[in-house]
T-cell receptor, first 113, second 115 residues
């Protein structure tokens, strides 16, 4: 079975500061890993995904994540936070041929002026 | 291209009432899912379907039923609403598990309150 743990249910950063949202995964098989973002009163949108190949994955809106197998981690980063980045972020994992994604509990990102 | 459409967006039910949350996708996706989202709990899978006529239970199926008579539609039914079913429900779809993309497209959600 696959699962993810997101460290920190709430993260607050200043506008222009580095964003770091942590995600560790557990998987008995090579995983697919995802980050989704949810803006208030909306559905989830894909930020980026790791399937195979390059371990540094770039996504939309300047976000990126690095797959580190030795640390079983897939942390999400952005060099400079914008006010518009305030949202809920979900890490998710599935097996490469799995039927569904298992989501973490989410991290709420607050960006302060 | 409408993507995944959910109706209704909001609904208030009394305990014991029944209702159906509708989900339609126009992307010809084989796989469809129902998740519920509760504060601080992330998303939990209720039911999923790998194609018309095929459905299976997810992590939290109790109190719900689904059907998949067509590729496009995947309704979720609550037979006897309970306060524990107060939640935000998301429908999602993707082409298939082995497509390599493995990306879910989500609807905008249906907020259900049971009083």
């Amino acid at each position: 079975a696959q699962s993810v743990t997101q460290l920190g249910s709430h993260v607050s950063v200043s506008e222009g500061a580095l964003v770091l949202l942590r995600c560790n995964y557990s998987s008995s098989v090579p995983p697919y890993l995802f980050w989704y973002v949810q803006y208030p009163n909306q559905g989830l949108q894909l930020l980026l995904k790791y399937t195979t190949g390059a371990t540094l994955v770039k996504g939309i809106n300047g976000f990126e994540a690095e797959f580190k197998k030795s640390e079983t981690s897939f942390h999400l980063t952005k060099p400079s936070a914008h006010m518009s980045d305030a949202a809920e972020y979900f890490c998710a994992v599935s097996a490469q041929s799995g039927y569904a994604l298992n989501f973490g509990k989410g991290t709420s990102l607050l960006v302060t002026p | 291209n409408a993507g995944v459409t959910q109706t209704p967006k909001f609904r208030i039910l009394k305990i014991g009432q029944s209702m159906t949350l509708q989900c339609t996708q126009d992307m010809n996706h084989n796989y469809m899912y129902w998740y519920r989202q509760d504060p601080g709990m992330g998303l939990k899978l209720i039911y999923y379907s790998v194609g018309a006529g095929i459905t299976d239970k997810g992590e939290v199926p109790n109190g719900y039923n689904v059907s998949r008579s067509t590729t496009e539609d995947f309704p979720l039914r609550l037979e006897l609403a309970a306060p524990s079913q107060t939640s935000v429900y998301f429908c999602a779809s993707r082409m298939d598990a082995n497509s390599g993309a493995n990306v879910l497209t989500f609807g905008a959600g249906s907020r259900l309150t049971v009083l």
